[in-house]
């Protein structure tokens, strides 16, 4: 065997089972032995670099199996709201925000903080001093933008749109700030600041370094981020490589035409060193707290009972010319019509093909749960979204749908239980992106009373590392520690199998290795 360029010794190896073996060699980005500290010496030439790693628990690399680390750099941006609990906290935190391009930004602003009143412009706008403002709700699917900013966007009034969007407006047809989903939120894109492309990259970089800190090899990223973005990765890799590896997954908007999925075909196989285009993301809904889930019976509030395509067809359609593309697809659906819809979809497909996955599935009832085993469809969700409600389900989540569909909320261990795959994640911006957290968030009981129970150590790394490369049609090539397999590793100073969540939570990362190059020394 030729000389590794690194190897590890002096390590628990889980491929995610504990396996015996103690070392490892990489070559190339590609593992190519295991064995003991004995074996090691064989493997390493003059150039190798070998690390000794205390008897850390080394694990496949972690995946964020959602994420938006690029496009976020510019969704949250400005000033970070995500501490505000209350309007005035709120109003005290945009009097002091900084001003930048003549404008307050922010990010991070839970839905909570209106006390249960209408997210409005006149809340705020007084202590502002004419400043626009464009705010971000932590969902990501909805604004609040002050008048200056509508007026710069030309938003007078209400308009319609080929997705499922909205301007709020008032009795009079007065825009009350409260820009609901994609499209309407697109309006202010052209008059908002533009952050220099040197700053874009740099914040990049030191993003993924972040990540990376926490355990995180890889992320499959639910966007392209703008047509730029190939553009914008490549220039990095001049200088250097990425911290994460990257599998972005471009959207497929409602109305797309046949010339705009193939496109989307062309774009698949995109790739440099460490990223990919690989995917395509739809949405078949938005966000209960903003009532744009897609509900099988409207939420307390008379909304959620419409679909983010307003012609369901047309994304069945999309989904099965991609099908026959050979393309997977993953679809945003959280409310229980979106899951269901998916799941047909998925369906009439018939047997064999790419694999499909559905993103985030924030209530879903029993028996739809068998049918992700059944059509071989992948949940890919995210444990700290949780984080949002509280235990007395007087927050805006649970409000809305009432206690029935609360009950069956993220229901984690009921799908693993089930057997389908379950892949984990964080959904950054919208939660915080460590790998940690997202690992003891999943184990910990879930719903009133803690009626359900949370995952087992190993069911969470699995989510982390197994079941995500085979969400993203990978496990022949990720997710475990064996020969052949990319050289994605972790290194825990405890093992997150057995060791409680919380200590997990707050585990020093000795090391994280992306495609054989170590990315982060603990």
């Known amino acids: 065997m030729s000389a590794a ?4 010794v002096n390590a628990r190896v889980r491929t995610p089972e504990l396996t015996g073996h103690t070392a490892l060699a990489v070559r190339d980005g590609v593992i190519t032995a295991l064995g003991d500290d004995a074996d090691a010496r064989a493997w390493a030439g003059p150039g190798t670099e070998t690390v000794d790693l205390g008897g850390a628990t080394l694990t496949p690399g972690l995946t964020d199996a959602h994420s938006h680390p690029v496009w976020g750099l510019e969704m949250f941006s400005g000033t970070d709201l995500s501490a505000v609990r209350d309007l005035d906290e709120l109003r005290a935190a945009l009097a002091a925000a900084e001003r930048r391009g003549g404008w307050v930004v922010g990010f991070g602003l839970d839905h909570n903080v209106f006390g249960g009143r209408p997210v409005h412009r006149a809340l705020i706008e007084d202590v ?4 626009p403002a464009s705010l971000r709700l932590y969902d990501g699917h909805s604004i609040l933008a002050t008048g200056p900013a509508l007026k710069a966007a030309g938003v007078d009034g209400p308009r319609s749109f080929a997705q499922r969007s909205e301007i709020v407006c008032d009795a ?6 409260h820009l609901i989903e994609h499209a309407a939120m697109d309006l202010l894109t052209p008059v908002l600041p533009v952050q220099p492309a040197a ?47 990257l599998r972005l997954a471009p959207w497929c908007m409602p109305g797309a035409d046949a010339a705009q999925l193939d496109e989307l075909v062309r774009l698949q196989g995109r790739s440099g060193r460490l990223w990919q285009v690989a995917g395509v993301k739809f949405f078949m809904d938005g966000t209960v707290e903003g009532g744009t889930a897609w509900l099988e019976h409207a939420d307390c509030h008379g909304q959620g009972a419409d679909a983010f395509w307003p012609d369901p ?7 099965r010319h991609l099908h026959r593309a050979g393309i997977g697809t993953a679809t945003h659906a959280i409310g229980d019509a979106a899951v269901r819809n998916v799941l047909d979809t998925v369906e009439a497909l018939g047997p064999g ?17 068998g049918r992700f085993v059944v059509l071989g469809v992948a949940a890919s969700m995210q444990p700290p979204h949780t984080a949002y409600t509280r235990a007395d389900r007087t927050d805006e989540w649970s409000k809305r749908l009432g206690d029935e569909r609360a009950d069956r909320a993220w229901r984690l261990r009921d799908l693993r239980d089930a057997g389908a795959t379950l892949a984990l994640g964080s959904d950054w911006p919208i939660a915080h992106y460590d790998a940690r957290q997202v690992l003891a968030t999943a184990q910990r009981p879930r719903g009133a009373a803690s009626a359900r129970p949370g995952l087992t150590g190993l069911m969470a790394l699995e989510g982390c590392t197994t079941h995500a490369a085979f969400a993203a049609g990978e496990e022949a090539v990720a997710g475990r520690i064996a020969p052949g397999y990319r050289a994605d590793l972790t290194a825990f100073a405890v093992d997150p199998v057995e060791a409680p969540a919380d200590e997990t939570e707050q585990a020093p990362i000795r090391l994280t290795v992306a495609g054989g190059r170590v990315t982060h020394r603990g």
Do not use: F, K, W
């Open 353 to 369: 093909g790419p694999r499909h996955r559905i993103e985030h599935i924030e209530t879903v009832p029993d028996d739809q749960l």
């Open 313 to 319: 067809a047309g994304y069945a359609a999309a989904v």
């Open 5 to 8: 360029d690194l190897v590890l």
């Open 128 to 131: 502002l001093d004419g400043v």
């Open 199 to 245: 700053e874009r990259r740099s914040r990049l970089v030191e993003l993924l370094s972040s990540m990376a800190a926490t355990g995180l090899a890889s992320a499959h990223v639910m966007d392209l981020g703008g047509h730029d973005v190939p553009g914008l990765l490549a220039a990095v890799e001049e200088e250097g490589d990425l911290p994460v590896r």
């Open 172 to 177: 009079d047809g007065i825009p009350t700030g």
